[in-house]
């Protein structure tokens, strides 16, 4: 069994990170590259924490060995820029350390089409996919499937996900206590560029939710939307550039993610508007940088981590042989920072 030293030597830092890194310390500021790198060479060298593992699973991982894939619907690019996704990935990885299960393969956009069965029990898919993706993953695997911040056509799948309604309704909840009533929304496109004969794009829930919130309280105005192509920070900015450069500039705005807010914010101090006091801003995620730019953002939390780790145990069910699929909707709730203030 791999010892701390050992990933310690493999991933050319300390051992105190490493056991740092590995119990999950919160008070430990290490880079995600970092930690990234610990992460691997645990699995790698199949680390299995002892201590942590109740007795059943000890004697289940001597029998047999679990080996998994991880499909992250989004580029590498966008898994570093907005650590949303990146989160939810460290927390199935850390359960999976914790159970003593092998994590056989990572792929993300772009690489879906290269999936292989490589005697992998199971597969948990981050993100949303389209049709002939499902289709090539049922195929190729069988019904030991969990997908994450996504629900399939198929019903036979468990899934994991958020409640965008409950979520986004907080968010304009807090601006309208506030008395915002002139809220603007920018959100991403979701849809697939590699196969354009199914492109699977859907508004953006947060959008519906929106929309149907300022439609009940007779504040809706469709200029005050902007949609833009990914959920980049540099997409936020030029979404924000837009809606200054459009004239008759919304009191406050939410922002679909906090990479998004983080970029409209650059924007609008680049123009002259100061935020809170001439625009308020909230956002959504918590990712880790939310709580260090300037200001702070107030922004929807969701617990990411948590849902990576829930969709480990679906997993696991799964094999144990329950055929029932399964639903859980992962909590959250507001955090309110400086970003956003009363008119």
């Known amino acids: 069994m791999a010892t701390i030293k050992e990933i310690a030597q493999q991933a050319n830092v300390s051992i105190a990170t490493v056991s740092r890194v590995l119990n999950n310390d919160k008070n430990l500021s290490v880079a995600v590259e ?30 047999q060995k679990v080996d998994i894939g991880i499909v992250m619907w989004c580029t590498k690019e966008h898994e570093w820029e907005d650590t ?8 199935i990885e850390n359960e999976c ?34 049709q002939l993706t499902e289709k090539n993953i049922n195929k190729k695997i069988n019904n030991n499937v969990v997908f994450v911040n996504h629900v399939p056509e198929h019903d036979e799948y468990d899934t994991v996900v958020i409640d965008y309604e409950r979520a986004t309704t907080s ?14 929304f920018i959100g991403g496109s979701d849809h697939t560029k590699k196969h354009p004969e199914v492109r699977a794009k859907q508004d953006d829930p947060r959008k519906i939710v929106y929309e149907q919130w300022m439609t ?3 504040l809706y105005t469709p200029d005050n939307i902007y949609v833009v192509e990914e959920y980049f920070m540099s997409d936020g900015y030029e979404g924000m550039k837009s809606a200054v450069q459009a004239g008759s500039l919304p009191s406050s705005f939410f922002i679909a993610s906090d990479a998004l807010a983080i970029g409209a914010i650059r924007a609008l101090h680049e123009l002259g508007f100061q935020v809170p006091k001439d625009v308020s801003i909230v956002s959504f995620n918590d990712i880790d940088m939310a ?53």
Not at 35 to 61: D, H
Not at 84 to 91: A, D, E, H
Not at 174 to 182: R, V
């Open 34 to 63: 970092t930690r990234e790198r610990i992460m691997k060479a645990a699995n790698k060298l199949n680390y299995t924490p002892v201590r942590k593992r109740p007795a059943n699973l000890m004697q289940q991982a001597k029998k």
């Open 84 to 91: 949303y996704f990146l989160s939810i990935r460290k927390g």
């Open 97 to 130: 350390i914790k159970r003593g299960i092998i994590v056989t393969k990572i792929l993300h956009y772009g690489d879906v089409d290269n999936i292989q069965n490589n005697n992998m029990d199971g597969i948990i898919v981050v993100g949303n996919t389209d």
């Open 171 to 184: 968010a304009l909840d807090h601006l309208f206590s506030l008395g915002h009533k002139e809220i603007g």
């Open 216 to 218: 009940e309280k007779k």
């Open 291 to 343: 709580s260090f730019v300037q200001p702070s953002l107030t922004t929807v939390k969701i617990y990411t981590e948590e849902m990576g780790a829930m969709s480990v145990k679906l997993l696991l069910d799964r094999l144990d042989g329950r055929t029932l699929p399964m639903k859980v909707v992962a909590p959250s709730h507001l955090i309110v920072r400086e970003s956003s203030a009363s008119l």
